[in-house]
């Protein structure tokens, strides 16, 4: 059974960078063709994908987002750390981490989901 | 970036209804697309995998079609735990891509 939880505070300030920490279950990023991905969700709005990690370190971002954005990964710990630096109020928003479903392409779906975790930008 | 467009945004419909979202993309996706339920609060839920494909444990009233840059999401009988909001996305190429969502109301 997969599961995944995603921890981090839910209040930071502008300019400030957020890390969140996706803990998960189930699998192993060890595994090939394994991967988790981080989507977020301002209030009211849509889906929004951040980036992906896969099994064997490969890396993807959104365009638009890449040059504040790192994921990494910590295999005994079962975790994915996602950093995004200089917050602004508008990355409000519910950030979630997501399983990889393994998939003949190289950009995939997701089909377990985190609760999320809510982060509010403020001063 | 390959832009997906939902529509409508909001859809009004009666418990048992058949129910039609429809998904364009800007360019060809072949049959790489997903759907997504969302319930209030909570975290998506994958319906749909390549176009037509019902995930495990999803119910037979749902169901997906289409190929290029067309697709539809079909809710045969709506019910009462059908009643959220829907995205599609992209996974033909990154970065990957989210419908704006479908919010199915009850009428």
């Known amino acids: 059974q997969i599961t995944l939880k995603e921890s981090g505070p839910t209040l930071v300030k502008p300019t400030q960078t957020l890390t969140l920490t996706c803990t998960f279950s189930?699998?192993?990023?060890?595994?090939?063709?394994?991967?988790v991905g981080w989507v977020r969700q301002p209030p009211g709005e849509a889906l929004e994908w951040l980036a992906l990690?896969?099994?064997?370190?490969?890396?993807r971002y959104s365009p638009s987002l890449k040059s504040r954005l790192t994921i990494t990964k910590d295999i005994s710990k079962h975790q994915v750390v996602l950093t995004m630096t200089n917050m602004d109020p508008v990355d409000t928003a519910t950030y979630y981490c997501?399983?990889?479903?393994?998939?003949?392409?190289?950009?995939?779906?997701?089909?377990?989901w985190g609760q999320g975790s809510p982060v509010t930008v403020s001063s | 970036d390959i832009q997906m467009t939902q529509s409508p945004s909001t859809l009004s419909a009666s418990v048992g209804d058949r129910v039609t979202i429809t998904c364009r993309a800007s360019?060809?996706?072949?049959?790489?697309l997903a759907w997504y339920q969302q319930k209030a609060g909570k975290a998506p839920n994958l319906l749909i995998y390549?176009?037509?494909n019902l995930e495990s444990g999803v119910p037979s009233r749902f169901s997906g079609s289409g190929f290029g840059t067309e697709f539809t999401l079909t809710i045969s009988s709506l019910q009462p735990d059908d009643f959220a909001t829907y995205y599609c996305?992209?996974?033909?190429?990154?970065?990957?891509?989210f419908g704006g969502g479908t919010k199915v109301e009850i009428k």
């Open positions: 997501a399983h990889r479903q393994k998939t003949i392409t190289v950009a995939t779906r997701f089909d377990h």
């Open positions: 189930g699998f192993s990023l060890s595994t090939p063709g394994e991967g």
């Open positions: 990690l896969y099994w064997d370190d490969d890396k």
């Open positions: 360019q060809t996706i072949d049959s790489w």
């Open positions: 390549t176009a037509s």
């Open positions: 996305q992209q996974y033909n190429s990154f970065p990957l891509t």
